[in-house]
């Protein structure tokens, strides 16, 4: 799926994700129906820009576990406390192919506080260890499953053996 164009079922979510945000509904209550729509669209174009994002960068990824929802876009990173299922920016950029990594089997939290970051422009870290280490998507994704963590949309299965 990646690389297709957005398809008019991701606009309708976007925009009815937009459009349900308190503050907007209240906008268009209090009658300002132009701001409300405004601050829709420009809500919309920016979780197309993450999707598109989460499409093209090679560490992108989206983790979830007991403290809500994380799209890790490199150097930027759109999350909520909510799961997925109530997050539906992350649920549509892991139908469109971005991997996806459930920490809630995960039992041994300090090793897991403990991991490496991912890198955040896809470069790999010579010295992946101390303080600001970071290791590759596909590195930390060997090292977050060893401790229990369920992997949607693998990217190992697609490298060479």
């Not at 669209?41 to 820009?49: C, D, F, H, I, M």
């Not at 929802?69 to 469109?96: D, H, K, M, N």
């Not at 809630?104 to 010579?126: E, H, K, Q, Y």
């Amino acid at each position: 799926m990646k690389g297709i164009p957005m398809q008019t079922g991701v606009l309708r979510v976007l925009r009815a994700t937009s459009a349900s945000w308190w503050r907007h509904k209240e906008l268009r209550r209090t009658g300002q129906t132009e701001l409300a729509q405004r601050l829709e669209r420009e809500t919309v174009s920016r979780n197309l820009g993450y999707l598109r994002q989460a499409e093209t960068l090679p560490n992108a990824h989206v983790i979830f576990g007991d403290g809500g929802t994380f799209v890790q876009l490199g150097w930027t990173t759109v999350s909520t406390f909510a799961p997925i299922e109530r997050f539906p920016l992350a649920a549509l950029a892991v139908a469109r192919g971005t991997p996806f990594i459930d920490i809630r089997p995960v039992n041994n939290v300090i090793a897991f506080a403990n991991l490496p970051r991912v890198t955040r422009d896809g470069s790999v870290d010579p010295e992946p260890w101390g303080p600001g280490r970071a290791v590759s998507l596909t590195t930390y994704i060997d090292m977050v499953e060893e401790l229990g963590a369920r992997i949607v949309n693998d990217p190992r299965a697609s490298r060479p053996a």
